[in-house]
Every structure is written in structure tokens, then in C-alpha cells.
């Protein structure tokens, strides 16, 4: 790329320049004038055409746009092409959805991204060309009168979701609310001020007064400090509605009933309120399936609650898991029944494991969105999930969120192309990124770099004496721990090249440079502990000094970036994980020092046999057998 280069508006638009002025530094160019590149006059001509056209002449471009944010992706594509040594050239798009943007899960794991990387993802949307963003929240934002909601959560303020919404705003992007109505509320739930308000530990008591008088209050607090009209009111996965308090109070009921009453009287709540809701569309599915799958071609809904469901509440159909365009089409269809338009929710690949899933990402997204275009659907989502695991770094959802802005602008996903935007919106260069995913594809466990497991995250949290995973390597150690030596020193190669996710890369390199040691250890410590000599196991004591050595490193680092991108309320659950690893490893050493020294008979930990190729990478199975481990997972 060519130095800044200086734009100057030949149009007095004060929406316009302000956004630029924010992202400078994102486009590479200097509405100051103070650049010491080239100077290049701009037009902007609105259309109401879905249509994005950049022409460039004699140092004149005219970027013809329909919205705010396209018009950001135009000087973005107007710098990148003067980076390419172009001096003339005209570039057309056109954007098949009309709604399009991230969704950042805050809630269900425990990393709350601070303001300053909230709006620092709002700019790579901005260049990108995306028109939305909203953030999970189940308890994280504030509600007057409730100070157990979000508690010790990191919610947002009211200041600041009104700083972001301003910010979002500035930049062409609707930031909307979305939040959860009926489900999904253990962590505010769990306090003794809401007794009578929960049907079970996670799900509200439907059809009680008290319930609606709260979610009034959380509609009210989510919507007020936001522009938008809109508001994501959830409603996924309540598997257990109708049983537990409510089944003990009235009785047997049809889910499907319940849950259209409970619909009803929050919709209601959100017409006094000006608001116009949409839900998670999966209840009903999984209703008409007894309970089981979402997901299932066969389900008949009954005529009777389709003709009930309300037309002004739009349904969202997540799918994450799939290529199958045929299902998409069939399940598009499916919601069409309700009458109404739905919208659709795909995923980056990135809360199951520590790696993201890169090929699975492209993949599932360019099927899905391909078939969206050709049912006409308007508006997706990019979800990014966060579960059990922020052990992912936050940006390597910027791969998600370019794809669903390339499969919008340009169609059916290509590589070239795709590279080429990643590397200007990003700033990263793709083929290190894609290597990323790399750390999950174990040679022998993966296929087409798509990997069976989460490897690297069950193999970083199992314990070390303990080892439910230990016998899963038998055999291949040697093949294991080459494999994480090799990508923690590419990594850090990726780091040098990557200035501005600097961080992302190093973090992987310290990730892999434990996994090189801490995969393997408890196969390692089991098999010399079978040399009755007990001269294999006194070898360990380094490989156990080196990985705890190794893991104080990556807390080290990992604490400081985390502290730098998220609120602080969540890295406790960090220190105890990655704390857990150096006290184990301690507690390994003193074992295994113990029993060379005589001073143990056996060290039964490792002498219990294990059951053939036990596999799992829930973190309360893998840290211990005992019924408290579910607790922090």
C-alpha cells in the first residue's frame, strides 16, 4: 500500500465526514489534508438503489452508495485500489441484504468487551460495509431498581450503551438491542432477588405479573438508550417451559399454548414502548419435535399456531452447523409458514474451541447465505457465541464478520478476493490467519483442516495427575509435540508481520507453546510411571518444571491483553483455569518427587487405569470426576 492518501468531500455532508474522521487510520486515507499522499476529490451520490459503485478519474472518484456504512466500504474500496497502483477504474456492487452485522455473545461465557474494542470493532464493520451490531446480553446492562442484575457481570451502563449507540450511529451502523425474555437467565436468577420470578433455575415464571412488571423494566432500560426501534427479545431453548413451578401451579398445558400467551404479553410490552420485536424462531421447532432437535425436516407444526403467531414479530432461524443448502431451503421455507419474513443467523466458528474453526467458517456461511439471496431474505446475523470458551481471542471473529459482508456485496465466496479485503479491512494477512485454525488439526485427528475435535482446548484443561484424556495420544506423542513446537514458532513469525493484532498471534504462540508440553504430560507421566525404576519418572521433573513454567508465561501475557480488551469482571474464571494448571503441575512434582524419594509407596493417581480413549472437552470433565467441577464450567 501507497502513503494516506487525502480525501476531500466536494459535498458539505457533516454525517459523512465525521464517520471518515473516525476511520482514518482504518481506510488510510486523512480528511486533513495533511497526508503526504495523493489528493483525491470524492462525491457521494445517495441512491435509494441497492448499489454500490466507486469510479476513479484524474484524482475525482464519485462513490454512488444507498446507506452510510456502504458508503464507508466505497472509500474503503477507492483506498485500496489506489494502493494497487490503479489511477483509473470503476468498481460495482451490489448488496443483497439489507440488514447486516455482527452479534457479539457478552453474556453466556465471561469476557464483556470494553467500550474502546466494542467501537474498534464498529470500525472494521464500518469498513467492511456492515449496517449492524448488536451485543448479547442476558444480565450485562443495567436496569434501575434491580442492583443483582448483572452483578459482578461487567454490565454496561446506561452511559455507555448510549457511547456506543452514538459511536455505532457516527458510522452507519444500527446498534440493536437483543436480550433474553423467557430463558437463558440463570446468572441473574441465581440471586435470592428473584425468588417467585423463576419457573426453574434458568427460565422465567411465565403468566406471573411480577414477571412482566421485570420484563417491562428490561425492555425499557435495553431500548432507551439506543436510536433504533428494533429489539432482539430471545426466547430460545427454554426446553423445560410448562414443568417445574408453573406445572405445579397450573397444570398441564400445550408448550405451544404457553408459549404464544407469554409471546403475546411481551409483544404487547414492546408496542407500548414504540418497539418492534423479533425472536430466536427455535421453541417452536423443537416444540413440535416433543422437545428433541431443532433441527428436523419432518416436524409439522400445527395449522393452529401458525395462524396464531404474531405477523408484526420477526422470527430469526440460527443455523450454524451445516453446508446442506437443500436444508437451508426446506427450513427457510418452514418459517415462511408463520407468515412472516425471517431473518437469518449463521456463525463464526469460534466458541467451542480455542482456535477458530476457519474452514468450517467459510464453508457453512457461503451455503447459507447463498440460499438466503435466493429466498429473499433480507436480513442476517453474524452470531458469535461464547458458551463455555473465550479462550478464543475476540478477533478472530473478524473472519465471520467479512465474510458475511463479502457474501452480501460480492456473492458466492471466492479466495483471491476474499484474501484481498481481508488484508485491507484487517490489516491481517490471510494465509497466517487461516493457519490459525491449524492448532486444533492434530495430524491423524482432522480431516481437510477441518478437525474433528476441539483438541487443543480438552488438552489444555485436562488435569495433569488426573488425565481423563491421558491415553488418547497413545502412541504419538512424538507427533503431538512437534506439532504445537512448530506452529508456537510460526506464530510468533505471524506476529512480527501482523502489527496491528500483534497480540492475537502471540497469544497463540504461548497457547501452543503450552499445548507442546501440557497435550502429552499425563500420557507421558503414566507411561514412566510404569518403569519401576523410577528413572523415566525422574526425567518428568524437567518436562513438569518447563510446564509450569511455560503456563505463568501465557497467564502473564494473556492477563494483560485481557484486561486491555475486555472489562475486568471475568478473568477471575482465567485465574482459576490457568491457575488450576501451575497448582496441579505443582502438586505433580511433589508427587512424583515423593514417590522417588521413597516416601511414597505408589502414586495412585497414576496408577488407577484409565478407560479406553475417554474424549470430552467440557471443562467440569476434565479437571476432575467430582460433582463440584461442574461448578465454574
Not at 497 to 526: C, D, P, Q, S
Request: glycine share 6%; charged share 25%.
Amino acid at each position: 500500500m501507497e502513503k494516506k492518501i487525502n480525501i476531500i468531500l466536494t459535498s458539505d455532508n457533516e454525517e459523512l465526514s465525521k464517520g471518515l474522521v473516525i476511520l482514518e487510520s482504518d481506510l488510510g486515507i486523512s480528511v486533513s489534508g495533511q497526508a503526504d499522499g495523493r489528493t483525491v476529490t470524492v462525491t457521494p451520490v445517495k441512491t435509494e438503489e441497492m448499489l454500490l459503485k466507486v469510479e476513479m478519474k484524474d484524482n475525482k472518484a464519485v462513490i454512488t452508495y444507498h446507506e452510510k456504512a456502504h458508503f464507508y466500504r466505497g472509500v474503503g474500496l477507492l483506498s485500496e485500489h489506489i494502493g494497487y497502483g490503479e489511477n483509473e477504474f470503476s468498481v460495482t456492487e451490489n448488496p443483497r441484504f439489507t440488514l447486516n452485522g455482527g452479534m457479539y455473545d457478552i453474556a453466556q461465557a465471561n469476557a464483556v468487551i470494553n467500550v474502546e474494542n466494542v467501537k474498534r470493532i464498529l470500525r472494521k464493520e464500518a469498513v467492511m460495509g456492515l449496517n449492524m451490531f448488536m451485543l448479547y446480553c442476558e444480565d450485562n446492562y443495567e436496569i434501575d431498581g434491580y442492583p443483582y442484575f448483572g452483578y459482578m457481570r461487567g454490565r454496561y451502563s446506561k452511559a455507555e450503551m448510549r457511547e456506543i449507540d452514538d459511536y455505532a450511529y457516527t458510522l452507519g451502523i444500527e446498534l440493536i438491542p437483543c436480550i433474553q425474555t423467557l430463558a437463558h437467565l440463570q446468572d441473574a436468577l441465581r440471586w435470592p432477588a428473584y425468588n417467585g420470578m423463576r419457573m426453574d433455575k434458568d427460565t422465567l415464571f411465565v403468566g406471573e405479573e411480577k414477571v412482566y412488571e421485570f420484563i417491562e423494566e428490561m425492555i425499557k432500560s435495553a431500548s432507551e438508550c439506543v436510536r433504533t426501534k428494533r429489539i432482539h427479545i430471545g426466547m430460545d431453548e427454554a426446553g423445560h417451559l410448562g414443568e417445574g413451578e408453573y406445572l405445579r401451579k397450573h397444570g398441564h398445558r400445550r408448550r405451544f399454548d404457553i408459549m404464544l400467551e407469554h409471546l403475546d404479553r411481551v409483544k404487547g410490552i414492546c408496542t407500548k414502548l414504540g418497539l418492534k420485536p423479533m425472536i430466536w424462531s427455535d421453541m417452536f421447532f423443537s416444540t413440535a419435535n416433543n422437545g428433541g432437535s431443532y433441527y428436523n425436516k419432518d416436524i409439522v407444526i400445527p395449522q393452529d399456531v401458525l395462524d396464531s403467531y404474531p405477523k408484526d414479530v420477526q422470527l430469526v432461524y440460527w443455523d450454524y452447523y451445516r453446508a446442506d443448502k437443500d436444508f437451508y431451503r426446506t427450513y427457510i421455507d418452514r418459517h415462511y409458514e408463520f407468515g412472516t419474513k425471517p431473518v437469518f443467523a449463521g456463525g463464526v466458528h469460534t466458541w467451542y474451541s480455542i482456535a477458530p474453526w476457519v474452514y468450517s467458517s467459510i464453508e457453512y456461511t457461503d451455503a447459507a447465505l447463498q440460499v438466503c439471496a435466493e429466498k429473499n431474505i433480507d436480513e442476517v446475523i453474524c452470531t458469535i457465541w461464547g458458551d463455555d470458551n473465550t479462550a478464543a481471542h475476540i478477533y478472530t471473529t473478524l473472519q465471520g464478520l467479512q465474510l458475511f459482508a463479502e457474501c452480501s456485496f460480492n456473492g458466492a465466496y471466492n479466495e483471491k478476493e476474499f484474501a484481498k479485503r481481508f488484508k485491507f479491512c484487517t490489516g491481517i494477512d490471510y494465509n497466517d490467519f487461516m493457519d490459525l485454525g491449524t492448532l486444533e488439526c492434530l495430524p491423524n485427528f482432522h480431516t481437510n483442516n477441518h478437525p474433528h475435535y476441539t483438541t487443543s482446548k480438552s488438552f489444555l484443561w485436562t488435569d495433569v495427575l488426573l488425565g481423563l484424556n491421558d491415553n488418547y495420544f497413545e502412541g504419538q506423542c512424538e507427533i503431538v509435540e512437534e506439532h504445537y513446537k512448530v506452529w508456537a514458532k510460526k506464530y510468533g513469525e505471524y506476529a512480527e508481520r501482523n502489527e496491528e493484532f500483534k497480540n492475537m498471534f502471540l497469544y497463540y504462540k504461548h497457547v501452543a507453546e503450552v499445548l507442546e508440553y501440557k497435550a502429552t504430560i499425563g500420557n507421558r507421566l503414566m507411561n514412566a510411571y510404569k518403569d519401576k525404576t523410577k528413572e523415566a519418572l525422574k526425567l518428568m521433573l524437567p518436562r513438569l518444571e518447563e510446564l509450569r513454567t511455560r503456563t505463568k508465561a501465557l497467564i502473564d501475557f494473556y492477563r494483560d491483553d485481557w484486561y486491555a480488551t475486555n472489562k475486568p469482571f471475568g478473568w477471575e474464571i482465567f485465574d482459576f483455569r490457568f491457575g488450576a494448571i501451575v497448582a496441579r503441575t505443582e502438586s505433580a512434582i511433589s508427587r512424583v518427587t515423593k514417590y522417588i524419594n521413597g516416601e511414597l509407596d505408589e502414586i495412585e493417581e497414576l496408577a488407577y487405569p484409565r478407560v479406553d480413549r475417554l474424549y470430552t472437552s467440557g471443562y467440569g470433565f476434565l479437571v476432575s470426576a467430582s460433582r463440584i467441577s461442574y461448578v465454574p464450567s
